[in-house]
């Protein structure tokens, strides 16, 4: 491994004879991508129903009622609506003006009445619109889209008393979109505040914590505008890419940070030029800083193995952020250090023999000093709150969300809730496939309708017979039909000729267009579920009763296929998805993770304990987020997506502290007992290890409080427990598992922490040992036990 040592050597001389130019380069990269690439937000997308794959069955219940609104066409809906009396002839003829402009705007095909409401009061629009169905491209054409729509609004005359709003599900994607990029930005600008203000309390210098931060944020600048450009052409960005890219970044771009300048002003202190010891650091550190950053890139890059879009969607972009910040670290931020001098530290001192060692290493040095104690202790803990995460039950988020408050979708969804409730309060689907058109076949839609509404899993149900809460059987049906021809095809304009006892007849007719497709064979009925909220856990539970329920009314219907949509089966569906990605993912991010940390450890033994020591991590922050949201707040359940991110945070970040700590007791090990060495190695890492842990806790603890505050109403239990939930597992894997469980284990295991390696065999040959130089076998182990007790010091 000399010739990585000399590598590493080279590039921090280069990193200081040319640190002007290094600057200028990415100075000038970040402002070529600022002004010629597009943003990250722009491209992303927040429809949560997109998450799934083909085979998913909600995703093959949407294909089926795709000839509801047209297979390549996306519906966006316009209400409008009177704040006092009844629709008059004003308001429909400025309605049908409004049609007409708004058939106008780019890129739509076509725009269908789809009916007056019951209480005569407000009207629904259907806008159909040839846009991309997925990617960036799509989220750049919806906001578009919807822009035009609001502009032809806003132009259009409407009489004293009559507005009108988008809203639906496309409308509130667009403006939670919005949100998100807002929210981000917040989450980017509290992060570097927070972060800032624990460095110069670590520091206690004024300019060091700015030159630990600043790669860091350029690199989230570049990062994100190559990410939002390979989106744009075909790469799947998941829709939590952006708020995660921000937080990561930040966090493990200020741990390499750290871990180069807390080196840097130790090998001042110890008497080297600044220069000289910018150079030393980076020799030392570099493989450090790359072994951590392949780490967890590895891990991320194993995302792509999902079939869930928005793991799989992380994978590219996350991947990308760290190897930038791998190459930043390397270069840039060596560069500002030699540029700075020893001002960078000012006022803290770095003269030789300056500055003291943090207290937190020292403590656990002594700690250490006990390894039994500490290492039982350790696990009686650890194994009790692992023990609670047996208790986890899947909730979260599915299908349509919440749109901003404040913003015209919502003023839209609340038209619709109050005019059009059947339509409006986020109802479950169920899509029948008839043999015949349903006016051919009105006794099988009202079967099915039947069959539905005796199912004990429904507490209503909606249809083509009842569209607008007004009934009609299926006589009546089938002689609106033979009046007036398919439903989608009728305007306004007919109800003229109309007697007033017949509007309402009419009028939940020509509403049925929603419920039947343009050939009439493609049928839906709204449901609400007895469960509660589509978005609550014991809604998505009830799924697989309401499939089989929708498989009972097909049949009762002669219809040729069936499928249930909505919040409540994307949910489920999401949840088992994700449950078999967790099983797929985390064995190859295991092994691949494996062979990097035996390659940088020069060890087969070592790898083995530090994996397990994550994966008991990760089991007792699961436990302690159970506890916490689920026992103590009273939540349904943790959001699916928790369990997924915390093992392979925990997974890649805790390796970060793992290689940190333990390259550095292999470094004093080569000169030290290994008692000592571990000692000594946890006096000058601690600092580093905690101040680390704290930034990366912090900014999760920053998307958990901004994002809660900021987000829409449907992701704010997400966001928080996504936040929360990493939080505590990084301290916890920062001040307990790296710092004090792993160096116990370290200390019991003695010489064999290194086999196969050269200071395995050196060791074995008499090298510097607290201990008689003896084979490790159980018996080594049990006098290390016995010993501790009486000051012994068995360890090798």
């Not at 209400?79 to 058939?103: E, H």
């Not at 076949?441 to 309708?449: D, E, K, L, M, Q």
């Not at 985390?586 to 390659?599: R, T």
């Not at 089991?619 to 359940?637: K, S």
Request: aromatic letters at 6%; charged letters at 10%; a positive charge.
């Amino acid at each position: 491994m000399a010739f990585v040592g000399t590598f590493f050597a080279a590039a921090g001389r280069l990193a200081v004879r040319f640190r002007w130019a290094i600057v200028l380069a990415w100075v000038a990269g970040v402002v070529a991508a600022m002004a010629l690439l597009p943003s990250l937000s722009s491209v992303t997308q927040s429809d949560n129903t997109s998450f799934l794959p083909a085979s998913a069955p909600s995703q093959q219940a949407a294909r089926l009622a795709s000839p509801l609104q047209g297979a390549t066409l996306t519906a966006v809906t316009v209400v409008a609506a009177t704040s006092g009396g009844p629709l008059i002839s004003a308001d429909q003829l400025a309605i049908a003006r409004l049609s007409g402009a708004l058939s106008r705007v780019g890129r739509v095909a076509g725009v269908r009445d789809a009916g007056q409401s019951a209480d005569a009061r407000a009207e629904q629009l259907t806008v159909l619109a040839a846009l991309a169905q997925s990617g960036g491209l799509a989220t750049a054409q919806q906001a578009s889209l919807v822009a035009g729509l609001r502009d032809v609004i806003r132009t259009t005359a409407l009489p004293a008393g009559l507005v009108a709003h988008t809203a639906g599900t496309v409308a509130t994607r667009v403006d939670n979109n919005a949100t998100s990029t807002k929210t981000g930005g917040q989450v980017q600008w509290f992060s570097i505040i927070f972060v800032i203000a624990l460095l110069i309390a670590v520091f206690r210098s004024a300019l060091a914590p700015l030159i630990a931060v600043l790669p860091a944020l350029i690199v989230v600048l570049v990062a994100e505008r190559l990410t939002a450009e390979a989106a744009v052409h075909g790469l799947g960005v998941s829709q939590i890419a952006s708020l995660l890219l921000i937080v990561l970044v930040l966090g493990a771009g200020t741990d390499y940070a750290l871990f180069l300048m807390f080196r840097v002003r130790e090998e001042m202190r110890a008497g080297l030029a600044c220069h000289e010891a910018i150079t030393r650091s980076v020799a030392r550190v570099g493989e450090t800083i790359t072994f951590s950053a392949g780490v967890l890139i590895a891990a991320l890059l194993s995302l792509a193995a999902a079939s869930f879009s928005l793991y799989s969607g992380l994978a590219a972009p996350l991947a990308i952020a760290i190897a930038l910040m791998l190459i930043a670290g390397l270069t840039l931020l060596p560069a500002l250090l030699a540029i700075c001098g020893p001002a960078a530290f000012w006022p803290s001192s770095v003269k030789p023999g300056g500055g003291r060692a943090g207290w937190w290493g020292a403590a656990c040095a002594r700690i250490v000093r006990r390894p039994v104690a500490t290492l039982a202790a350790g696990l009686v803990v650890f194994c009790g709150l692992a023990l609670a995460s047996a208790s986890y039950l899947a909730a979260g988020f599915g299908g349509p969300a919440t749109a901003p408050a404040g913003s015209d979708s919502a003023r839209g969804d609340a038209l619709l809730a109050r005019h059009f409730p059947q339509t409006a309060a986020n109802p479950t689907i169920i899509v029948l496939r008839l043999r015949q058109p349903a006016w051919a076949a009105p006794a099988s839609v009202a079967a099915a309708g039947r069959q539905l509404a005796a199912e004990p899993v429904f507490t209503s149900v909606s249809g083509p017979l009842n569209a607008n809460g007004t009934a009609l059987t299926a006589e009546q049906y089938a002689a609106l039909y033979a009046a007036f021809g398919p439903p989608r095809a009728m305007t306004a304009a007919a109800a003229a000729r109309l007697r007033p006892a017949e509007l309402a007849a009419y009028q939940s007719y020509r509403a049925s267009g929603s419920y039947v497709s343009a050939d009439g064979r493609t049928i839906s009925f709204a449901t609400s579920l007895a469960a509660g909220s589509p978005a609550s856990t014991a809604a998505a539970q009830a799924v697989p009763a309401v499939r089989a329920a929708a498989g009972r009314a097909a049949r009762a219907a002669g219809a040729q296929a069936s499928g249930v949509t909505g919040q409540a089966a994307f949910t489920y569906d999401v949840a088992q998805l994700s449950d078999g990605d967790l099983w797929t993912v985390i064995p190859i991010a295991i092994a691949v993770i494996a062979v990097l940390l035996a390659l940088v450890l020069r060890s087969l033994i070592a790898p083995l304990y530090l994996i397990a020591s994550v994966v008991l991590s990760y089991f007792a922050a699961l436990g302690l987020t159970v506890l916490l949201f689920v026992n103590v707040a009273g939540q349904p359940g943790l959001t699916f997506i928790l369990p997924f991110l915390l093992f392979v945070f925990l997974l890649a970040l805790g390796e970060d502290y793992n290689i940190l700590v333990m390259t550095r007791i292999r470094e004093e090990a080569q000169r030290l007992p290994l008692r000592d060495a571990v000692g000594r190695a946890l006096s000058v890492t601690g600092t580093t290890v905690t101040s680390a842990g704290l930034v990366l806790a912090g900014t999760f603890g920053v998307l958990a409080i901004v994002g809660s505050g900021s987000a829409g109403a449907q992701n704010v239990r997400t966001i928080v427990n996504v936040g929360v939930g990493l939080a505590l597992g990084v301290l916890m894997d920062t001040f307990l598992v790296r710092t004090l469980l792993v160096p116990s284990a370290v200390v019991l295991i003695g010489r064999w922490n290194w086999w196969p390696s050269a200071l395995y065999r050196a060791r074995r040959a008499g090298a510097p040992q607290s201990g008689p130089g003896v084979p490790f076998t159980t018996v080594e182990l049990l006098l290390n036990l016995a010993t501790e007790g009486h000051g012994g010091r068995g360890a090798r």
